[in-house]
């Protein structure tokens, strides 16, 4: 069974501060990695997406890649109450060439920034 | 900016009835995609269509579920006889050339 597991929460953080969200998976051979915010009740938004190791830069987002590690992970700088939110990560773990993109997701990470 | 649009956003349906869950995917995209979210729960795949065809399914999508592209710009997820059990959050999504999927917001059904 191809998994991803992401710590469920909730993780609460001081406005400004850094948050931290991780994210593990099983598939040694995936090759997409993306991180959605979402906000309950609504749909999924991707925020970020990483292919290769090491770090990806996007504003405030900051996604990070260890293959190695099988290892995804997600910072956050200067946190806001509107980043309250589940985030989860997804996985596109088909390396056969023959992907057409499924998503397998973690079951999200509740974070809560407070004022 | 382009987006995925669902309709209806709440369908409410009786045990045993067929419903059809409606999608308009990003203009210029070619791989299409159901996922569910029970309340609480993962969000898991349920298919994929790219060039007209299923492309692959999961085992949540059993001979109850269908997929249409009818006229080049809808796509629809059909339940033929809806379970207590089907009640989810149902989302689509479309992705073009590049790996992202960009989700709609999805059709609440609940299954009374």
């Known amino acids: 069974q191809k998994e991803v597991e992401q710590n469920s929460g909730p993780l609460s953080v001081p406005e400004g501060a850094i948050a931290s969200l991780n994210c593990t998976y099983s598939d040694r051979g995936s090759q997409s990695f993306f991180w959605y915010r979402q906000y309950s009740g609504k749909s999924p938004e991707l925020i970020m997406s990483?292919?290769?190791?090491g770090d990806k830069e996007d504003g405030r987002f900051t996604a990070q890649l260890n293959k190695a590690s099988q290892y995804v992970s997600l910072l956050i700088r200067d946190s806001q109450p509107s980043d309250s939110a589940t985030y989860l990560c997804a996985v596109n773990m088909d390396a056969g060439g023959t992907s057409y993109g499924k998503l397998t997701f973690g079951q999200g990470t509740i974070l809560t920034v407070h004022p | 900016e382009p987006e995925v649009t669902q309709t209806p956003s709440h369908q409410v349906t009786q045990m045993g009835q067929e419903v059809i869950l409606r999608c308009v995917p990003i203009s210029n995209h070619l791989y299409f995609y159901w996922y569910r979210q029970i309340l609480g729960q993962k969000v898991e795949f349920l298919v994929s269509?790219?060039?007209?065809?299923?492309?692959?399914k999961s085992e949540i999508f059993d001979d109850q579920f269908s997929v249409e592209r009818p006229d080049g710009s809808n796509f629809t997820l059909k339940i033929r006889s809806t379970k207590l059990e089907d009640s989810a959050m149902y989302f689509c999504?479309?992705?073009?050339?590049?790996?992202?999927?960009?989700f709609g917001p999805g059709t609440r059904l609940t299954v009374t």
């Open positions: 990483i292919y290769s190791n």
């Open positions: 999504a479309s992705r073009g050339t590049l790996a992202e999927q960009y």
């Open positions: 269509f790219y060039n007209n065809e299923i492309s692959e």
